[in-house]
Nanobody, 118 residues
Framework: QLQAYGGGLVQAGGSLRLSCAASGRTASSYAMGWFRQAPGKEREFVAA????????YYRDSVKGRFTISRDNAKNTVYLQMNSLKPEDTAVYYC?????????????WGQGTQVTVSS
């Protein structure tokens, strides 16, 4: 089971940090990452990190602004979001699955709302 939290309302240019805690063996040896879904749009990939943390990748629109990291001792993955833009507004979902986490997802978190005001 994945539990995501840390969303909220922030002004454009601001920052938020999302966290996703995995319970049990949900994230054991899996890559973890974040997806998002804006109103009226399909869910899209945001960022992923490998089990060891040695590999990461991001969608182009967040490169240089978002940073994904993980702490396996705490079974937690983080998404540091800086220089937020109104177009980043969405419900953010954490996910776990085999690397590279783009097509095969084994577990989803419940989602946390991020709203960026202009």
């Amino acid at each position: 089971q994945l539990q995501a939290y840390g969303g909220g309302l922030v002004q454009a240019g601001g920052s938020l940090r999302l966290s996703c805690a995995a319970s049990g063996r949900t994230a054991s040896s899996y890559a973890m990452g974040w997806f998002r879904q804006a109103p009226g749009k399909e869910r899209e990939f945001v960022a992923a990190i490998s089990w060891t943390g040695g590999n990461t990748y991001y969608r182009d629109s967040v490169k240089g602004r978002f940073t994904i990291s993980r702490d396996n001792a705490k079974n937690t993955v983080y998404l540091q979001m800086n220089s937020l833009k109104p177009e980043d507004t969405a419900v953010y979902y954490c996910a776990a699955g085999p690397w590279p986490l783009k097509t095969t997802i084994r577990a989803w978190g419940q989602g946390t709302q991020v709203t960026v005001s202009s």
